[in-house]
């Protein structure tokens, strides 16, 4: 049963709090209207599209990365929290996918999870050791990967970084990366 | 103790075919002898340089990568025998380093591993579904990674691959590739 106007449009408000990054698409499916229905809900509730959201959250929250150019960072950084935590977003473009299946290369979001593990930490000089990896489900062409990556563990010289990467909620990559840090920075 | 010309060069031609992927350098350190004098003794000896051999190797021995198109797998194939091993080069350039520092940054490393892992494969579909890698040392701007693949295990759908990375015989990168690759190819 579709909700009325006013009630989906409060309950869209909530879930984009909780979830900043979903798409148009997918709140649509959740609430059973086109797609056009959610743009109009947003316009009229001043909300910028996902691309807006993106920028927005980019410009406040964010530590300065030590370790890297933020140029230098595979996706979008879009909130950094020194030697805790921080959150990447990457859109799959035509570059990242095998020519053959539209799928992404495994290696695009290996980078974006790396590069997200290396900013984190608090430290000039940091250099991945180990990762081990899981590719959970293939990401196709146009779905934006949302790296979300944790501090787990701190010795004096290696960082300990959880990655998880979702589309729309549903995992579709894990990592956990070891890095050196250089000692003078801690 | 110098090695007299004909003695060097008999071994120089040894050393190649054993290690197809030494560099100039590495063989002057060898030899005690300048990079000059050892360009003289290929040139004598009718041997290409490094990036010639890399490309007559690639001309020969090859099989047909299934999984791929050749021009996805990252860095030269220079030797492929599906569903048993595998060998590409990548140059470090520019493109692939730290601003700050000229190390190679680790996803170029994971992607020619991974690629390599994948274009061994005999099937025509073929997804990674876990690695855990290990960068032992960092690699510098210009030098040359040579990645040999070997598949270590097969089950009816998946296909373990080890790939060790070496720069002039000293190893860069390990990883272990579980890779599944679609029932009706085998």
């Known amino acids: 049963m ?3 106007k006013k009630e989906r449009q ?3 408000q909530l879930f984009l709090e909780a979830e900043p990054f979903l798409t148009d698409e997918e709140m649509a499916r959740r609430f059973g209207v086109s797609i056009q229905t959610i743009r109009l809900d947003r316009m009229e509730l001043g909300i910028p599209e996902l691309r807006g959201r993106i920028k927005q ?3 406040k929250n964010l530590d300065r990365v ?3 150019s933020l140029e230098e960072v595979i996706g979008q950084v879009v909130e950094l929290n020194l030697d805790h935590s921080g ?4 859109e799959i473009r035509e570059e990242h996918v095998f020519a053959r299946n539209q799928i992404a290369r495994g290696h695009h979001l290996f980078a974006q999870a790396n590069s997200l593990a290396v900013a984190v930490v608090d430290a000039e000089l940091v250099l991945t050791a180990t990762a081990s990896i899981r590719f959970v489900r293939p990401v196709r062409l146009g779905e934006k990967c949302v790296a979300k990556a944790l501090v787990t563990r701190q010795t004096p010289h290696r960082t300990q ?3 998880q990467t979702v589309v729309e909620n549903e995992t579709v990559f894990q990592g956990v990366f ?3 840090r ?3 920075d801690k």
Do not use: F, G, N, T
């Open 66 to 68: 030590r370790s890297l």
């Open 182 to 184: 250089s000692k003078e």
């Open 87 to 90: 959150i990447s977003v990457l």
């Open 2 to 4: 579709r909700l009325p």
């Open 57 to 59: 959250m980019a410009q």
């Open 178 to 180: 070891d890095v050196y």
């Open 10 to 12: 409060k309950q869209l």
């Open 161 to 163: 970084v959880d990655v």
